[in-house]
Structures are given as C-alpha cells and as structure tokens.
C-alpha cells in the first residue's frame, strides 16, 4: 500500500497475522495497517478524502465511525467529490441507502444504518446484494449490522478534537 501524507500527519503501524484454518492446516496471511491522519480541518477535507480514497482502494466496503457530529457524511461527500461523484451527495439518514454515480459510469452505494431498528431491515432493503455487487459501498453506523458485514472491510474512525479539528483513524479489518 502506498499512501501520500506527510510524517507530521500520519503514524503507520503493521504487522503480519497468520491464521490456519481447516483440516489440511493451510496457512494464510493478512496484512494489517492502522493508519492515522492526525489533526485536520475542513480546508483540508479534499487532501484527506484523496488520502483515504488512496489508503482505502483496495476493499469495496468501506465502514465509517464515530459519534453524529463527527464528520462522517462530511469526509463521504469529500471522497464521492474525489471519485467524480455527479450526484449532489448528501446524507441517506431516511431512505437508508443513496446511489451514486462517477463521471466514469462507476456506481457507490451510500449507507447510513442509523435509523435501522434491526439487522432484518438491513436485509430487506437488499444489503447482501449491495455488499455483493463488488460497487463501493460507503457504510455510516456500521455497528448496526455488524453481523452482516463481508470480511476484508476497511475501517474508518473519526474523531473529533479541539478547535474544529478532526483525527481519522483507517484500519483493515479481516
């Protein structure tokens, strides 16, 4: 993985998990990496979102965290923008789910699970065959259907910190 942000911004930390699984004891290994962009602003919310797209392309899932009034909706705006997003992107918080479509014929799905009161509602508006479709989907509130979501997804934290700053912390879940 290559990512593009200056040693005052990020603290990289990596390590191999080896993992044996079945009867013949076949080993596999992950490569996991916590990348975090330390304090940022919205003046800078286009070169982060550009980091993020960088650090993040190699899932389809990408899930975002943190407590309302992070920035979450913000930072997804700025990647779709990144991406060549047409659309006019805004928060899916009460149709659950957004479509969006790049200048390339690239197409992202936009989640926000907060509104749902259940794991079920997430398979009845057809989650499974959006996280199947091999389409970015962009998760927010991804603690909702924690059970539901694909192995390999990339991790996105963010923080909140003083004088409207904000600290993101991207991590690869296996």
Request: proline letters at 3%; a negative charge; charged letters at 20%.
């Amino acid at each position: 993985m290559r990512c593009i942000i200056s040693k005052e911004q990020i603290q990289p930390t990596y390590c191999l998990i080896f993992t044996i699984f079945d009867s013949w004891a076949a080993i596999t290994c992950y490569l996991w990496c916590m990348i975090t962009i330390d304090s940022f602003g919205i003046t800078q919310i286009a070169e982060t979102a550009r980091q993020v797209v960088e650090a993040c392309e190699w899932t389809s899932v990408w899930l975002f965290e943190g407590p309302m009034g992070a920035g979450k909706t913000t930072l997804i705006k700025a990647i779709c923008h990144e991406l060549g997003v047409q659309n006019n992107v805004q928060s899916p918080t009460f149709s659950i789910v957004n479509e969006y479509i790049t200048q390339n014929g690239r197409v992202i799905y936009h989640f926000d699970c907060y509104r749902l009161k259940s794991q079920v509602e997430a398979l009845d508006i057809g989650l499974e065959e959006y996280l199947d479709s091999g389409q970015l989907c962009l998760i927010e509130w991804p603690n909702k259907i924690e059970s539901l979501l694909p192995k390999g997804c990339a991790k996105i934290q963010i923080t909140a910190l003083a004088n409207q700053q904000r600290r993101i912390e991207m991590m690869n879940l296996v």
